[in-house]
Nanobody, 116 residues
Framework: QVQLVESGGGLVQPGGSLRLSCAASGSIFSISTMGWYRQAPGKQRELVATITSGGSTNYADSVKGRFTISRDNAKNTLYLQMNNLKPEDTAVYYC??????????WGQGTQVTVSS
């Protein structure tokens, strides 16, 4: 059974930084593609970034150059370093695990609010 627990969200001023973490239980973390998604009020959930088991990354155009996704397989943990945050980055951020069998698992989400 896979469980994902996000942490690191909060309130930050525009231009500030936050680092999100996602701790995963189970034994398939290292062989799974991991991702961060976000959902703003009144909007659909959207992809932020993904990282494969081999370390290849993909980013939404809106966060390229500002956000960095990384993983530590020894700790079963996924990270999202967010720099130069903007008010439009305000959303609930969700951790996602896509297993080699194609099954998706989601965390409960962590709120990020960018406001002065």
């Amino acid at each position: 059974q896979v469980q994902l627990v996000e942490s690191g969200g909060g309130l930050v001023q525009p231009g500030g930084s936050l680092r999100l973490s996602c701790a995963a239980s189970g034994s398939i973390f290292s062989i799974s593609t991991m991702g961060w998604y976000r959902q703003a009020p009144g909007k659909q959930r959207e992809l932020v970034a993904t990282i494969t088991s081999g370390g290849s990354t993909n980013y939404a155009d809106s966060v390229k150059g500002r956000f960095t996704i990384s993983r530590d397989n020894a700790k079963n943990t996924l990270y999202l370093q967010m720099n130069n945050l903007k008010p439009e980055d305000t959303a609930v951020y969700y951790c996602n695990l896509k297993s080699p069998f194609g099954r998706h698992y989601w965390g409960q989400g962590t709120q990020v609010t960018v406001s002065s």
